[in-house]
């Protein structure tokens, strides 16, 4: 919630993880001897869930020719949106 860090901490911004954040400033689950005890699990729920979603889903890229930035890694000028179409 420190607005040095996180500019508009209130507001939903998932945009807000593309820079670097200082150690110790984010930590969702906690750490050491007081970690979350859901942590491991939601990290195989999360596994879980994408197994799911590109198995039983055709994807496919809304804008092929979408540029790249260079921001030292290769970005996605627009997101990469993508279209989601059940198999099934």
Request: hydrophobic share 35%.
């Amino acid at each position: 919630m420190n607005e040095e860090i996180f500019k508009e901490p209130n507001k939903f911004d998932p945009s807000r993880f593309d820079r670097p954040i200082p150690p110790y400033n984010f930590v969702p689950f906690g750490g050491g001897r007081r970690v979350c005890p859901g942590y491991e699990f939601t990290k195989l729920e999360t596994l879980i869930y994408m197994h799911h979603v590109v198995c039983n889903y055709k994807w496919c890229v809304v804008d092929p020719d979408e540029s790249f930035i260079c921001t030292p890694a290769p970005t996605p000028v627009m997101g990469l949106p993508i279209k989601l179409q059940s198999v099934k």
